[in-house]
């Protein structure tokens, strides 16, 4: 009897997932929108889809890649529009007829163990990076062709230098911004770490202090598209709304 | 999150019930089980990162199957978890069929030549649930494969594993335990119907 009703729960259960599985696949496939992992996990993406989505209309799918994979999977096709902040990289997507709108900024920073012993308190970014090269301090590199990855490579590439020829001190993690920020809490390293992650995690990071930022750190936000039809959504950046949700999340809008 | 654990549990089970629905037809059907089974044995193993790379290129606007648009669709994701379930559910269904005693085998093949089939699936049809089981715990707490294929898209195409990854990045940590337990709780569910339907098949 108890064997009976059993199979017979479960059979109706198996049914009813399955029914439920059918309905939720039977949907139009929404907008695939590719974005950086840095990105999504400040919070500001998924705000901001939220505003997007009520403006347009449209169902949109947000993924999370490093900016090189994204740029990457832009071309391949896998995904529709995307978010990034590596404009070298987004370059290669001009030149094949995308279109690029920068429509927010804010800088990296140097972020570092408290007692600061590089001494690259106030130096430019540059002149922080040769300090910590010079003593060989630890440093956490992302390592995962991100955005920030790009920046600070570009940072060491401004003094000439190349990070895979660098030693121990430099600590490649493959990892999000946030991990790698807490390994380098843990590690009493330095890191370099865009603005909005930092300030709204700097509490969880008890070991870490800001450092230094400059200029050569402005770290711009861009919306991509091809295909004419998801115009509307990067009208939809400048909006009011946007705007005001793009400031809560300590970066400044840009003017269209 | 009421949606992320359905979602989790109705695609694992999909996923989980087709495997094994094929896995018994092909067991049934193959007249040399024993080589068979090593080969599938063999890959059971398979990294599910791996499967779900497969996944990514063969549902990739670049890839063969690109023109369906299923990347970062519950359907891919339903397809990673069904390839990932397959070689386990079919070793097992295979090993079931390699048990059949020398004299069942030549009782089925002389007496009833044209019902073979339906003989092998009546001997296969026991084990099912628990094949089923197993595969079930296989997909379940998956991140790897279910992220590359789904794309773990909030609201979307994100399970209780891979949303507990994207929580512990976020430094959410109350909210990933929180998920843990869920994913605990569902993984318990085949451990329960077995203990159930073995006592209530022994108290028959």
């Known amino acids: 009897m108890v064997k009976r009703l059993l199979r017979v729960f479960l059979v109706s259960f198996l049914i009813a997932m399955l029914g439920l599985t059918a309905a939720g696949c039977s949907n139009q496939r929404p907008v695939v929108m590719v974005t950086t992992t840095s990105f999504r996990d400040s919070g500001l993406a998924g705000a901001l889809v939220q505003v997007l989505q009520k ?202 | 999150m009421a949606y992320t654990f359905l979602f989790t549990i109705g695609t694992t089970t999909a996923a989980a019930v087709s495997a094994v629905l094929l896995a018994a037809l092909y067991a049934s059907s193959v007249s040399q089980p024993r080589l068979h089974l090593s080969f599938w044995r063999a890959l059971s193993g398979i990294p599910p990162v791996l499967v779900g790379l497969l996944v990514y290129m063969l549902f990739s606007q670049a890839g063969p199957l690109g023109f369906l648009r299923w990347l970062f669709t519950p359907k891919a994701l339903i397809t990673a978890q069904f390839l990932l379930a397959l070689p386990t559910a079919l070793a097992l269904a295979l090993r079931e069929r390699t048990s059949l005693p020398r004299d069942m085998e030549d009782f089925i093949r002389v007496n009833l030549p044209n019902k073979k089939h339906q003989a092998y699936l009546a001997h296969l049809k026991g084990t099912l649930p628990s094949t089923f089981f197993v595969t079930w715990g296989r997909i379940l707490g998956e991140v790897g494969a279910a992220t590359l294929s789904g794309g773990a898209i909030e609201g979307y195409t994100s399970t209780l594993a891979t949303d507990i990854l994207y929580k512990t990045n976020l430094g959410q940590f109350k909210e990933a335990l929180v998920l843990g337990a869920l994913l605990l709780v569902v993984s318990l569910i085949p451990s329960v119907f077995l203990e159930l339907s073995s006592y209530g098949a022994s108290g028959h």
Do not use: C
């Open chain 1, 55 to 256: 403006q347009t209309g449209l169902k949109i799918s947000l993924v999370a890649q490093g900016s090189g994979a994204a740029v990457e999977m832009l071309k391949r096709g896998d995904a529709d529009v995307g978010i990034t902040h590596a404009p070298t990289l987004e370059m290669q997507l001009t030149h094949l007829g995308w279109h690029r709108v920068p429509f927010m900024q804010n800088y990296f920073y140097l972020v570092g163990p408290k007692q600061d012993p590089a001494r690259a308190k106030s130096l430019t970014l540059t002149e922080a990076f040769r300090r910590i090269y010079q003593g060989k301090f630890l440093f956490v590199s992302r390592g995962d062709q991100s955005g920030t990855h790009m920046m600070e490579k570009a940072l060491w590439g401004l003094l000439g230098l190349d990070p895979d020829t660098f030693g121990d001190w430099y600590i490649k993690t493959q990892a999000g911004m946030l991990t790698s920020l807490q390994i380098a809490n843990e590690k009493g390293a330095y890191i370099l770490t865009d603005q909005s992650t930092w300030l709204r995690n700097r509490d969880k990071l008890p070991q870490l202090d800001f450092i230094t930022t400059s200029t050569e750190g402005l770290n711009t936000y861009s919306f991509l598209y091809k295909d004419a039809r998801y115009a509307v959504l990067s009208e939809a950046f400048f909006s009011k709304e946007a705007q005001q949700i793009i400031r809560q999340f300590q970066f400044e809008p840009l003017e269209r």
